[in-house]
């Protein structure tokens, strides 16, 4: 009987450790999913830049750049689980939208697209990942006739990059264990004036907002030195968190440091954020984003370690390729031999991927949402003169008010001293008129106590002008 007893106890505690034992293994299979190999991805990067580089017109508003938008929906429909976003205002994961072109002057039509993984949980929460999918490059050669005009280029780092990690990413990324949702958008006409950014953007509702957790941007990633991330003038904790984060796992990424980026300094109409500055880290679909007050990481390949660059720079000594027909595989291949395009990208891949799925990730970026207000209202433009007049204005009150005091303070000491000179000079002259010994004390208690009436009203008097001063 003790042992079915004790058999008994066995089962029962077993069932009730059961919905704890499955929950932990859940979160520690969400915690220790692992990264996809490296061969996995480079495959899967290499195939989609061959193919996406076929796209070489890829000009905002062009026919080139909506077959580009075809080959990315498509891609995303026969290779993921994404599901298309579908509203008032995306119709099955188009937004379709008019901007000003900067090239040709007319309203033009393009478009973003949007897709979603979405989370096995239930919540509004998610991350935006994205980047700008159209193209952009200039005939740079001195000799020629058509210096300036616009041609074709396979564009790698200028954007094929940039798609193909948001396609990998996409296609391993796993909603399994993820507290919130994930909204790839591929933004269109970002060549010309971040149009699909600024139109995303712009359309967010206020409530929404404060769902998203960040928006990650991808930005000529493909070729370069040295892989950055930025995400703010101001330096925050969600900074320091995917620092120290990226530096655990050991992902070649470096947080740029701004105060070495050479700064571009722009007219009053062309200020962004405030600031009448801008450089290389604010120089993408981010700032759209960061307008909005949703924090952002973004992330760019290049040289920027001697602080001296005006624009970008590839590689220190180098022509710059990005913008230019050279921005394409055959030629970085050969000029590089030494570079391997799917290396930057993986480390890309790696950034996002061990961000994201810390188990801290989501607190630490939300405790730090808002940090930079301050910031931005106080030490920025138009703020800025305003702000230093009055605290400029408050030191020299305080400065003159200081300075009154000491006078004052020197001045009272000043009239006890020539009080008391005074008394002395009486006391020896009355000793002088009397000419007898036993009138001198008398004299001298007379003189002091008339004195120290008289220093008792000035004291009075001191007090009384200290009170009304304060």
Do not use: W
């Not at 000009?59 to 909506?66: I, N």
């Not at 200081?402 to 000043?414: E, F, G, P």
């Not at 009138?439 to 007090?463: C, P, R």
């Amino acid at each position: 009987m003790k042992k079915i007893f004790k058999i008994f106890i066995l089962v029962l505690a077993s069932i009730i450790a059961l919905p704890a034992a499955l929950t932990s293994n859940l979160k520690a299979s969400a915690a220790t999913t692992p990264i996809t190999s490296y061969s996995t991805f480079e495959s899967a990067v290499n195939s989609i830049i061959t193919e996406y580089a076929v796209f070489d017109e890829r000009l905002a508003g062009s026919e080139g750049e909506k077959n580009a938008s075809e080959y990315i929906k498509t891609y995303l429909e026969d290779n993921t689980s994404l599901v298309a976003r579908n509203d008032a205002y995306v119709k099955n994961g188009v937004q379709t939208f008019k901007f000003e072109s900067v090239f040709s002057g007319v309203f033009e039509t393009s478009q973003n697209i949007i897709y979603t993984l979405k989370s096995n949980k239930t919540t509004d929460k998610k991350i935006i990942i994205g980047c700008h999918y159209d193209a952009l490059a200039y005939d740079l050669n001195l000799n020629s006739e058509t210096y300036g005009e616009i041609v074709a280029s396979e564009s790698i780092n200028g954007s094929a990059g940039s798609v193909a990690t948001m396609l990998a990413l996409a296609t391993y990324l796993s909603a399994d264990g993820l507290d919130f949702n994930i909204e790839f958008v591929f933004f269109g006409a970002g060549e010309s004036n971040k149009a699909g950014s600024s139109y995303y953007s712009t359309g967010i509702a206020d409530e929404d907002k404060a769902n998203i957790i960040c928006m990650i941007n991808l930005s000529q990633i493909a070729y370069g030195e040295n892989l950055y991330f930025y995400m703010n003038e101001v330096s925050t904790k969600s900074a320091d968190f995917v620092e120290s984060v990226t530096y655990d796992e050991r992902v070649e990424i470096e947080r740029v440091n701004t105060a070495h980026l050479n700064k571009i300094l722009l007219d009053a109409e062309q200020s962004e954020l405030g600031l009448n500055y801008t450089h290389v880290a604010l120089d993408s679909d981010n700032i759209n984003f960061m307008k909005e007050g949703i924090e952002t990481i973004n992330i760019f390949a290049g040289d920027y370690s001697n602080g001296i660059v005006i624009g970008r720079q590839e590689f220190a000594g180098s022509d710059l390729i990005t913008y230019t027909p050279d921005d394409n595989i055959a030629y970085i291949l050969e000029n590089k031999k030494d570079y391997v395009i799917a290396e930057n990208l993986y480390e890309v891949y790696k950034t996002i991927f061990v961000t994201i799925t810390n188990e801290d990730f989501v607190s630490t970026f939300e405790a730090s949402a808002g940090s930079t207000d301050f910031f931005y209202k106080v030490f920025t433009n138009s703020n800025l003169v305003l702000y230093l007049t009055v605290v400029v204005f408050i030191v020299l009150v305080i400065v003159a008010m200081y300075v009154y005091y000491k006078l004052s303070i020197k001045a009272y000491y000043a009239n006890i001293e020539m009080e008391f000179l005074s008394s002395v000079m009486k006391i020896s002259d009355e000793i002088d008129k009397s000419g007898k010994d036993d009138t001198v004390a008398k004299v001298v208690s007379q003189v002091i106590a008339n004195d120290i009436k008289k220093d008792k009203v000035i004291k009075v008097k001191s007090q009384k002008k200290d009170k009304d001063d304060k």
